[in-house]
């Protein structure tokens, strides 16, 4: 950067004192023929009568002489029939200085550029000046004798003004260039000193290690931005790797605590006894089918990341309900009611939904009395940002928590182990099926109250609609299969316990 400014100052100086020597020749030019204008008003000036001033040479270069103010760099010098004849007392230098051995040469100089009858303007190096140097005839009619009017201008000495400015401009600039480098210098480490500690973290930051971040400048600009998105970014992938090693260690307890029955069980097993075979027998199939519960439902969580596995088209609201309460009736002996329906379409994925509805109606199974009423119902809602379905799931059974409402539908809760021994899956599920929805899971309990679990998203698709002529994904099937994405509906059989999903089975 500092090189292109300096090759700019440099153009710049170039072309402007290129442009003011030539200003320079330019005006020493005008001034020595106006001069020479001037000596030919006083050569042409008359009496009233008609009659000219000057009848003689010498009387107009004596006239000219007088008339003469040189003015600094200057000199006048006149000749009459080759020889020297009149200058100004007051001027800066002599045209011929008799104690110089110039003189002679400077004479003879003058005598040879001398064009009889006119007036040029030539160069003459003298005395240590680069002048400038008009030459003009002077005649009058009736006079033999030959004038000839000198005036030398030291142009020399103008243009070393120039080049002290030049010098000048030059240092100035010099000096200018180092100062700005040097605060640039200081100004650019400041502003990039956050991307410094920003390249400093990222080469520290390891994933036993996330703890590190980058110090925020005070002050607001796109580099403190840039620095607090990344400490956002860093915290994000921290709880990220956080929920991973959660994630890890809940599936090794999961899995290590069946496959710990089942050696247990196989060790202590009378092989005579062929009651107590059966019964271990018995008890190694419950932990192995609990075990492929959960690696199921790790399955269907790990499916639900992926873009299509919520697949909206358009949906019959009342043929879903319906559709959906034919799943559930079955469960168990409960009083099932379908409360409320709605006339309306909505884009959704009718199979992810009749998932969800099946495990809301599980848990709600589990966690109430046999004979007490479980409701299904299906509503249109005015929303914020337009219409919202409402898939309700209500039960008369224990309720839940205040402190337990948020955490059942984190991975492997379950707030009470009284009644069954899911996954802690099932809920975990159901919010993501609402999420790939682009909506919601809301809960309404209160101990002894009873549960009501809605699923709301959104009437009109917040997510891209599936394309009907779009083949099925492995492992997935369309609306009205059995199969879906990565996994099958669950149903009273998937669990030990049919409804082995509410408190948080998911």
């Known amino acids: ?119 040029v303007i030539v160069p003459l190096e003298a005395y240590g000046r680069d002048l400038r140097v008009l030459i003009a005839s002077v005649r009058v009619a009736g006079d033999e004798s030959e004038g000839i009017f000198v005036v030398a201008s030291d142009i020399g000495a103008q243009r070393r003004s120039l080049w002290q400015s030049v010098l000048t401009f030059s240092v100035l600039s010099v000096i200018t260039l180092l100062i700005a480098g040097w605060v640039g210098y200081v100004v650019t480490g400041r502003l990039l000193r956050p991307l410094e500690d920003l390249r400093a973290a990222t080469g520290q930051i390891t994933v036993d290690d996330l703890e590190y971040r980058v110090p925020v400048p005070e002050v607001r600009d796109d580099i403190s931005a840039l620095a607090q998105n990344f400490n956002r970014m860093l915290g994000r992938i921290q709880e990220g790797f956080a929920a991973q090693r959660r994630f890890m260690s809940d599936v090794g307890h999961e899995l290590r605590t069946p496959l710990t029955i089942v050696r247990g069980t196989l060790e202590t097993t009378d092989t005579e006894d062929p009651g107590d075979v059966r019964e271990s027998h018995e008890i190694a199939l419950d932990e192995l089918d609990r075990m492929g519960r959960v690696v199921g439902d790790l399955s269907e969580l790990a499916a639900s990341a992926r873009p299509d596995y919520v697949r909206p088209r358009p949906l019959d609201l009342t043929a879903f309900a319906r559709s959906a309460f034919a799943r559930i009736e079955h469960i168990a002996e409960r009083e099932w009611i379908l409360e409320r329906t709605v006339d309306a379409m909505a884009d959704a994925d009718e199979q992810r939904l009749v998932q969800a509805v099946v495990q809301l109606a599980a848990n709600a199974v589990r966690y109430s009395d046999q004979g007490s009423r479980i409701r299904l119902g299906v509503d249109r809602v005015p929303g ?114 049919p409804a082995d999903r509410r408190r948080n089975d998911g």
């Open 1 to 119: 950067m500092i090189a292109f400014v300096m090759v700019g100052l440099a153009l710049t100086g170039v072309l402007t004192y290129a442009a003011q020597f030539r200003a320079l020749d330019q005006r020493v030019t005008r001034e020595l023929w106006q001069e020479y204008d001037e000596l030919a008003l006083i050569a042409a000036n008359t009496e009233e009568s008609g009659a000219p001033v000057h009848a003689t040479v010498d009387s107009v270069l004596l006239h000219a002489t007088d008339s003469a103010a040189p003015s600094d760099g200057e000199s006048v010098l006149t000749f009459l029939d080759g020889e020297p004849r009149y200058e100004p007392r007051a001027q800066e230098y002599a045209l011929l200085q008799a104690d110089s051995p110039e003189h002679q040469q400077v004479q003879q100089a003058i005598l040879d550029a001398y064009e009889p009858g006119g007036a």
């Open 384 to 497: 914020a940002e337009g219409p919202e379905i409402h898939v309700s799931v209500q039960d008369e059974g224990i309720g839940i928590r205040p402190e337990d409402q948020r955490s059942i539908f984190e991975r492997f809760t379950r707030v009470d182990g009284s009644r069954g021994s899911g996954t802690g899956l099932g809920l975990p599920i159901v919010r993501s099926i609402a999420e790939g929805h682009g909506g919601e899971v809301r809960l309404r309990s209160a101990p002894g109250q009873g549960s009501t679990f809605t699923i709301v998203f959104p009437q009109s698709a917040r997510v891209p609609p599936a394309d009907a002529e779009r083949p099925a994904a492995a492992g997935s099937a369309g609306p009205g299969s059995a199969r879906d994405t990565g996994s099958r509906e669950p149903t009273p059989a998937d669990d030990d316990d």
